[in-house]
């Protein structure tokens, strides 16, 4: 039996992790799905609990016929301890599936398989400063996410909190992602 592991931020869950996802979902048996950075939330880089990102992702995922394991994952302050804490907190695997180069660089130096699939790169789909830019700038953010992303981020008032968290001093890092015909939020 596979079981392979695919560790992300989900900040939000949008399409490119989704077609990730599906790709994984036709080589493995089952899918351990680790929500990095757990532990954060409410700020431009991390707005969403990870409770919001499991539903999310659970929801959007249902129809798969594979199971699922959706784990959080907080964040290790050292890469050397950062692959051992994330298999104590996962059922065993098989292998790893990510686009990420320091994922796949640590999990290789611990000895795990790690697989890459060649072109799927869901980081450079949308990351959460370009996702919380668009929402911002009132631009369409709901193209990048799947439905289910839509509607817990609506539900939960994702689209508020974000306004509400760039009107902070972090507003500046948002600046510099805007295209230039836009005004400035400060």
């Known amino acids: 039996m596979i079981r392979g592991l695919y560790v992300g931020r989900f900040q939000p ?25 757990a532990q954060m939330s409410h700020t431009v880089r991390h707005p969403f609990t990870a409770g919001e ?39 065993p695997v098989t292998q790893i599936y990510t686009s990420n180069q320091l994922i796949s660089q640590l999990f290789l130096e611990a000895g795990r398989h790690v697989v890459c699939p060649s072109g799927l790169c869901p980081h450079k789909v949308l990351s959460s400063e370009m996702w919380c830019s668009l929402v911002q700038t ?3 953010w709901k193209s990048y996410v799947p439905l289910e992303t839509v509607r817990v981020i609506e539900d939960v008032g994702g689209v508020e909190r974000i306004r509400s968290i760039t009107q902070t001093d972090e507003c500046s890092e948002l600046t510099t992602m805007v295209p230039q015909t836009q005004t400035s939020f400060v």
């Open 13 to 37: 869950y949008h399409n490119g992790h989704k077609a990730f996802i599906q790709k994984i979902a036709e080589e493995v048996d089952e899918l351990v799905i680790g929500i990095g950075s």
């Open 53 to 91: 990102r499991i539903l999310m992702i659970a929801r959007d995922l249902t129809p798969l016929d594979i199971p699922i394991y959706i784990i959080p994952l907080e964040d290790v302050a050292r890469n050397a301890l950062w692959v051992s804490h994330v298999i104590s907190m996962c059922p």
């Open 138 to 140: 009132g631009n369409d």
